[in-house]
């Protein structure tokens, strides 16, 4: 089945670091991806969608110079989270489809961010 | 506003018998639904889907039921095993399965031996 690898798996820094978190698709080619952020106990909320090759659409109220994301590939997306601050912390998780058919997202194991 | 509920945050249910897991949705626009497992630290897996234009799909254990005229999709899996608790995550979409999902809150299943 389709696989997505998402690194790191888990991350641990200080305030003001920037983070950047790789998701791909393994064996196939992702024309969009999705990065969700999940708090404790709670669902999954998307956060933004990108596709190949042009700019990411973000969900209201995520900011976009703090998140910052690139598809520069159709394997490959980039989160990266700048000036990491504390209230940051959580776990986000991408997902991927390919372009054929009606095929499901699939998943990524997701990145545990902890700001200290 | 959430358009996604699944108003049960946990189940129990003994092994080998019958699981149902509910979602209720609002926005009438859904045309794609899905159920999605994840367990601990992992992203979530997906299950099983329906279009709105069935009313069921079954996939070897698992079952989805979609009743539109109630806004009600559910999930059932019989039998149900040990390795089947986790945490039970219904998403809808506008548009099939290529677009954004809008998950619901989740529902921990407990299958006990």
């Known amino acids: 089945g389709a696989v997505v690898s998402q690194h790191p798996s888990w991350v641990i820094c200080k305030s003001g670091t920037s983070v950047k978190i790789e998701c791909r698709s393994l064996?196939?080619?992702?024309?969009?991806m999705f990065w969700y952020r999940q708090f404790p106990k709670q669902s999954l909320m998307l956060m933004a969608t990108?596709?190949?090759?042009?700019?990411?659409?973000?969900e209201q109220g995520v900011e976009k110079d703090k998140f910052l994301i690139n598809h520069a590939s159709l394997t490959l997306s980039t989160l990266t989270v700048t000036s990491a601050h504390p209230e940051d912390s959580s776990f986000y998780i991408c997902?991927?489809?390919?372009?054929?058919?009606?095929?499901?997202?699939?998943f990524g194991d997701g990145t545990r961010l902890s700001i200290l | 506003d959430q358009q996604v509920k699944q108003n049960s945050p946990s189940l129990s249910v003994q092994e080998g018998r019958i699981s149902i897991l509910n979602c209720d949705y609002t926005?009438?626009?859904?045309?794609?639904f899905l159920w999605y497992k994840k367990y601990p630290a992992e992203g979530p897996t997906f299950l099983i889907s329906?279009?709105?234009?069935?009313d069921k799909n079954e996939d070897g254990r698992f079952t989805v039921f979609l009743n539109k005229s109630a806004k009600h999709l559910s999930l059932h899996i019989v039998p149900s095993q040990p390795g089947d608790s986790a945490v039970y995550f219904c998403?809808?979409?506008?548009?099939?399965?290529?677009?954004?999902?809008?998950f619901g809150s989740g529902t921990q299943l407990t299958v006990l031996p």
């Open positions: 997902s991927a489809r390919g372009w054929t058919g009606d095929q499901p997202q699939h």
């Open positions: 064996d196939f080619q992702a024309t969009t």
């Open positions: 990108s596709n190949e090759g042009s700019k990411a659409t973000y």
């Open positions: 926005n009438s626009m859904f045309d794609y």
């Open positions: 329906i279009s709105s234009i069935k």
């Open positions: 998403a809808a979409s506008v548009g099939g399965s290529a677009r954004q999902l809008t």
